[in-house]
């Protein structure tokens, strides 16, 4: 895909920052002057097509970028993985193990990278540990006390492409459903088909409830890539504009 | 929050807190011996001993890699695979669970390391409270005396190195101490801790202790019940251990 390169390079403005909730203890706020743009979306919505392909357009624009994702801290992603292939953690240990990930990243990773100036790409945050969560359970109010140390993105965008569709990519990709997607350990039903539909489903209806709260944009992830990028674009490109 | 005889469940919590060096593993210990010896249902269960989280928090200990935020996570972590799928069912099965260090641990020290006690309080708000808590209250001096004596190398987070306190480990273990001692006294009154004088002998505090649980508990409600044992046990030769822990089950 062409871009149009820049002359020009537009310096961000700053952002108003704040934690969800606690925070992090020993953060200045006003330090963080880089930028935090979040991708949502169930696998197969394209997230790490389109996460690539704005890192590129950002690169262009002269702006440097980190990347981070769930499960990649150097904390525990390698425990928390090992623990999930035995499928033997209880659900609130397995919500503080991908919180504890999670938080590695944001002290390691995120927080040090919006200090230095970076836009920081994060492929999934709080908001799919919150609605997995959810959908097995977990009490809303403890998870919004649990990750009341994240940091407020400057945009979110949610890439909703109906199960139907997600089904299919999944298929074209690996010809099999992934035991965690399918929402297996919640026991909807043995048929795999069956319960990855219902599981996507209910992960849909917790998305548009967190929406209501965190207010993500959603945008529509039928599209092509080339297309969904250009409008992606063009909403970072006024984030990044804010003054 | 609320006990667990307060939510009906059959068995008993029963949790001991205090200062490393307090003498509390100790008494625990003892206390476990004589509950196990009257032939009740007894599980013991440590702090920060889950298997499946121990590698991750051994490693990122030994590399420094926690921060406040993520130390507390990491024993949230532990704490809740522990209490899921070791303490809530044996409490439900009529057990008379003990617990060296329980969630008190938790909010003394993460807000000694400066994350917010609502937060630290709202993560553990899944558990229960113990029916009973044991305070090991020594003077600062005398646990410090006592850990320093048997192990002269203090480990990073276990001296509070972390919170920059001092560059010498041994004066910044004794501020972290000194704090984390506060902090439970705080507590002390919400939570109805027993204080026991940890600076008394072994045996009288011992004395105290199981005087005060046989107040409080009916212990022949623990007993374990006597049926016979499943056949197929005699088909694999015990090893001589086992022979002698199942002698001692039976003494009353």
Known sequence: MKHVLQNHIVVPGPSRRRFYGHGIPNVDLDLLAGKLIVVEGADGSGRSTQIALLVDW??????????????????????????QKGNILSRTTLSLFYATDFADQLENMILPALKAGFVVLADRYIYTLMARDMVRGMDELWLNNLYGIALEPDAVFYLNVPPE???????????????????????LSRDMFDSFMKYQIMMQKTFRHLQATYGFTIVDGLRSADALNADLRKKIGAVLARK | ????????????????????????????????????????KVYFSEWNSSELVKAATSKAKKRELLTPTTFSLIHATDFADRYERHLVPLLRAGYLVLCD???FTAFARDVVRGCPPEWVRGIYNFAALPDLTFFFKADLHVSLQRILDGRPLLKYFEAGMDLRLSTDPYESFRIFQGRILEQYLAMSTEFNFLGIDANELVEKQQAVIRELLGQRLNLADFRRAERPLPARRAERPAPAMALISDREEQVE
Not at chain 1, 165 to 170: D, F, H, K, N, T
Not at chain 2, 5 to 32: M, W, Y
Request: hydrophobic residues 40%; aromatic residues 8%.
């Open chain 1, 58 to 83: 950002l690169e262009g624009c002269g702006h440097a970028t980190v990347q981070v994702g769930l499960k990649r801290s150097t904390l525990v992603s390698e425990e928390l993985e090992n623990a």
């Open chain 1, 165 to 187: 569709e997600l089904v299919q990519r999944s298929f074209a990709k690996n010809s099999a459903l992934d035991y965690w997607e399918s929402g297996m350990d919640l026991g």
């Open chain 2, 1 to 40: 929050m609320k006990t667990f005889a307060e939510l009906n469940f059959p068995g008993r919590l029963i949790a001991v807190e205090g200062l490393d060096g307090s003498g509390k593993s100790t008494q625990i210990h003892l206390l476990k011996r004589w509950l196990e010896l009257q032939g009740l």
């Open chain 2, 101 to 103: 260090r329980y969630i």
